[in-house]
């Protein structure tokens, strides 16, 4: 094995390593990984503009290659404390055990980083190492949804039609508007944010994840109470066998106006194509989401609700979060878990 003292160099990498990372996540992680082939993808995801990479690399001096990285995403942007989610954990099998924990430990020390936050962990490895060696609080998400009444359908699995309980009319004092990114920027400020929740989300980092991803294309909802932005929610569409699924991959604000979004399921459900609207949450009150509509997809349930688009998977899958400190949100937004799989523009 190699010896981690004497070989690495343990470094913040930067956009002259670009190449070598993406033939490393190429050669070591998967051929055809979108990260190791799309560079406008990678490049958005991961420099800064001061050509600093979001990405510790351990190079082998004496191989001249890269033995490992740990990428990691930011919540805010602009400001001095941000929090990060971890993204592509990989070291070379024939490396000391302990090369992945030092990569860890350089990404908490990044300037300015204050949680180190996992989604999207794998529950027979890296789970076991944020719960037994970083003392992380490990948890699984908690997938809901809501089916649109058809005679058929070739995404979802439905073998029991649940019964949705109609509460909006519980939440009529709330206008729901769809945004665009000047009116975005505009009202983001009338929110009431908490700088310390985990993760810390501020208007650049959403601005920059949702409105100028380079490849999806995010519709994001304004709930307003009295004509004042109280809360967002951000929908995307997957579409497979001429079927769309609607994902909710973010909410944020006041959680209490959750209800509101299920005032415009009539307008999502009328085209006759959309089979379902599904979300992805730790940490929200349950209560909360079930007013906007949702039910939860319950361990070992006989319905499936499909997750994975590029390629179609239709199975259900478990999504499974770490973070140092209780009371962390999540939501399928987060990190690197909405990314594309495939080299695609839409």
């Known amino acids: 094995m190699e010896s981690v003292r004497t070989n690495y160099d343990i470094r913040l990498a930067s956009q002259e390593d670009i190449p070598m990372i993406m033939e490393y996540i190429d050669e070591d992680w998967r051929r055809g990984h979108i990260m190791s082939v799309d560079r406008e993808l990678f490049e958005y995801e991961m420099l800064n503009a001061d050509g600093s990479v979001n990405m510790v690399i351990a190079y082998n001096r004496d191989k001249k290659q890269i033995d490992g990285c740990l990428g990691f995403l930011k919540s805010a942007y602009g400001v001095d404390s941000f929090d990060t989610w971890g993204s592509i ?77 109609d509460v909006g009319s519980n939440f009529q004092q709330y206008e729901v508007k769809l945004l665009d990114i ?64 609607i994902r909710m ?58 997750n994975y688009f590029s390629p179609f998977v239709q199975e259900n899958i478990d999504i499974w979060v770490s973070s140092p400190t209780d009371g962390t949100k999540f939501v399928k937004g987060d990190g690197d878990q909405d990314r594309p799989n495939e080299v695609r523009r839409t």
């Open 89 to 165: 954990w990989k070291v070379r099998k024939d490396c000391d055990n302990l090369l992945g924990l030092k990569l860890v430990d350089r990404v908490k020390k990044i300037v300015g980083n204050r949680f180190y936050l996992g989604i999207g962990i794998n529950p027979n490895t890296a789970m076991r190492i944020h719960k037994m060696l970083l003392r992380d609080h490990v948890a699984k998400m908690n997938h809901y949804y809501r089916l649109a009444n058809r005679e058929d359908y070739r995404l979802a699995v439905v073998k029991h039609v649940d019964v949705y309980e």
């Open 182 to 245: 000047d009116s975005f920027a505009e009202q983001f400020d009338d929110l009431v944010v908490n700088r310390d929740d985990s993760p810390y989300k501020n208007k650049d980092y959403f601005i920059h994840r949702y409105f100028k991803h380079p490849i999806y294309l995010y519709n994001v909802y304004g709930v307003y109470e009295k004509g004042i932005l109280a809360s967002f929610f951000i929908l995307r569409e997957d579409e497979h066998l001429e079927r769309i699924a």
């Open 249 to 306: 991959v973010e909410y944020y604000g006041r959680e209490e106006c959750m209800g509101a979004i299920q005032n415009i399921f009539p307008q999502l459900f009328a085209q006759e194509s959309v089979e379902y609207i599904d979300f992805y949450e730790h940490g929200f009150l349950r209560q909360n989401v079930e007013q906007a509509g949702f039910h939860l997809l319950e361990e070992n349930d006989s319905n499936i609700i499909p």
